[in-house]
């Protein structure tokens, strides 16, 4: 029974490293081009002349300031979604326990 339970998470553990890798490969390139040609990226370069000017700062910090920004709030509502997530599953397994 062990062993059935062990094939199956190493299956889905494989599964989850072959998905990654699937979109890692995938053409980064035109990816890339894309990405720098359209219009967010036009609105990410304005925001950054902003706060370079706003802030008395180098386009360089101001273009670290906003990606540092971006990512800590995707952190952020990471660990809230992964949260609330292992919140439910607690929950679910204690309704199923009673």
Aim: with cysteine; glycine share 2%; hydrophobic share 45%.
């Amino acid at each position: 029974m062990m062993s059935e339970k062990q094939d199956a998470i190493q299956l889905l553990n494989t599964a989850v490293i072959k998905s990654k890798e699937k979109r890692i490969n995938a053409s980064y390139e035109d990816r890339l081009a894309k990405i720098c040609n359209s219009p967010v990226m036009s609105a990410i370069l304005i925001a950054v002349d902003h706060l370079a000017e706003e802030e008395k700062m180098s386009k360089d910090q101001a273009a670290i300031s906003i990606v540092e920004t971006v990512r800590e709030l995707d952190s952020i509502w990471n660990d809230y979604v992964l949260m609330e997530g292992i919140g439910k599953l607690k929950d679910l397994l204690k309704n199923n326990m009673h």
